[in-house]
């Protein structure tokens, strides 16, 4: 098997089977309301990385300080993995997803960063 095949083959029993419902919720669970995880190459270095933040406050940071424009779509996190969100931001190298609560507001926010320098942006912003 080569070295993409295995690392496609992890990445999809990584992030493949995860919700990003479950994702959100293990960051609810974390006292600070953000949890991230990441993917290495053989050689070490973050793949990919993705963050999920759940506090109001940091939401709120995340809102002002990034253009975080709204498509108007929201995926259903129940059904959408992580590894959808990935693929999805394979163009860009990077993407986020949101969920909204009943006024409206955003009450979740996930990052992902697959290119090298939207990966080395989100280590600095996680502080990972």
Known sequence: ???????????????????????????DNIPGGGIW??????????AAIMACVTK????????????LIDDGETDDWTKATMLDLIMGAKEQG??????????????????VAV?????ASLERIFCI
Request: avoid cysteine; glycine fraction near 6%.
């Open 1 to 27: 098997m080569s070295a993409k095949e295995q690392f496609l083959k992890m990445l999809y029993s990584t992030w493949g089977t995860t919700t990003l419902e479950s994702f959100r919720q293990e960051s």
């Open 37 to 46: 995880r990441a993917i290495r190459k053989p050689d070490g270095h973050r």
């Open 56 to 67: 109001p406050d940091d939401i709120a940071l995340f809102e002002k300080t990034f253009l």
């Open 94 to 111: 990077h993407g986020f997803a949101f969920q909204r609560d009943k006024t409206g507001r955003r009450s979740a926010l996930i990052f």
């Open 115 to 119: 290119d090298p320098d939207s990966v």
